[in-house]
C-alpha cells in the first residue's frame, strides 16, 4: 500500500523573518506528488508568519513541542488549543534534544501525544537510542521503551494519525548518518513492533528517518521500503538543500 511520504523540518531554535521568506518563496513554487506533505517546523514565535506565508496546499507548519495542558499558569509553554488555532497542524513531540535537556520522559511524552491528539494536532513522535545503547545492543528495547508508554496512552487505533520520526541520537547533527541498511532494518523494527499491535495500523503508520539526512544522503535513505521521509534538521535551513530532500521522496 502507498502510505503518506512526509518531509519535515525542524529549525530547532534557529531562523529569523528573512528565512521565513526565502524558504517559503523557494518551497511554494514546488510541485510535489499528490501524498507528499511539506511539514515546515519553525521556532514557535515565526508559526504564525510561516502559516500565512504558505500558498501551496502540499506544505504545513508544525510545532517543535507543546505543553501536555489546555492552558493555565504554565509560563513560556504553548498549548495545542493554541496552535489549532493558528491552523498549524503538527506537533514534534519527544524529540532527543527535549528528552535530554528538557526532562520529557516517555511518559510525558506520552502525555503531550495524547493532548495533541485531543485537541487534533498530528503528533510527530520521535524516538531513537545513544551511540552507547547501539554498541550494547539496546536499541529495541530502548525504542520500545520509548513507544510502549504512548501505546499504553492513546491507543495502537489512535496511531492511524501519528507520525513516529527514527532519529538514533549519534546521527543528529554530527554529520554521521546511520547507513540506509541500518535505517531500514530498524524501521522494519519499528514497524514490526506496532504491527505487534494492530498490523493493519503499522501499516498505515509514516516512519521518518532522521540524522544529519542532506542532499546527498536522502534518494538511498528514502529508497528503502519503510522509510517514509525525513525529518530534516540542519538541511532544512538552507533551501536549495532542502528543496532537493523533499523531492528526493
Ligand atoms: P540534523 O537534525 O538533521 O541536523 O541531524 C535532525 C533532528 O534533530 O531532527
Known amino acids: 500500500m502507498s502510505r503518506q511520504t512526509i518531509v519535515a523540518a525542524n529549525w530547532k531554535m534557529n531562523g529569523n523573518s528573512d528565512l521565513v521568506t526565502e524558504i517559503l518563496s523557494g518551497l511554494n513554487e514546488q510541485r510535489f506528488s499528490d501524498n507528499h506533505q511539506v511539514v515546515i517546523c519553525p521556532p514557535a514565535p515565526y508559526l504564525a508568519a510561516v502559516q500565512s506565508a504558505i500558498t501551496n496546499s502540499k506544505i504545513a507548519t508544525g510545532a517543535q513541542n507543546i505543553n ?16 489549532k488555532d493558528l491552523q498549524v497542524q503538527y506537533a514534534i513531540l519527544g524529540h532527543s534534544e527535549r528528552r535530554a535537556m528538557f526532562h520529557d520522559s516517555s511518559e510525558l511524552v506520552a502525555e503531550k501525544v495524547a493532548y495533541a491528539l485531543a ?6 513522535l520521535c524516538i531513537g537510542e545513544t551511540e552507547e545503547e547501539r554498541e550494547a545492543g539496546e536499541t529495541e528495547s530502548r525504542l520500545t521503551s520509548q513507544l510502549a508508554p504512548v501505546i499504553a496512552k492513546v491507543g495502537i487505533e489512535k496511531f492511524k494519525d501519528v507520525v513516529v520520526a ?5 546521527a543528529i547533527g554530527t554529520g554521521k548518518t546511520a547507513s540506509a541498511e541500518i535505517a531500514q532494518q530498524t524501521h522494519e523494527f519499528i514497524r514490526g513492533y506496532l504491527a505487534s499491535f494492530d498490523a493493519d495500523v503499522a501499516q498505515t503508520v509514516p516512519l521518518l528517518y532522521g540524522g544529519s539526512v542532506n542532499a546527498k544522503n536522502c534518494e538511498e535513505l528514502f529508497a528503502q521500503a519503510d522509510i517514509d521521509g525525513g525529518l530534516i534538521g540542519g538541511a532544512s535551513l538552507k533551501i536549495e538543500e532542502f528543496k532537493k530532500i523533499c523531492q528526493a521522496v
Open 166 to 170: 527514527y532519529e538514533p541520537v549519534w
Open 68 to 83: 501536555e495542558n489546555e492552558k493555565g499558569a504554565y509560563t513560556g509553554e504553548i498549548s495545542a488549543l493554541m496552535l
Open 119 to 124: 485537541s487534533g494536532l498530528k503528533p510527530i
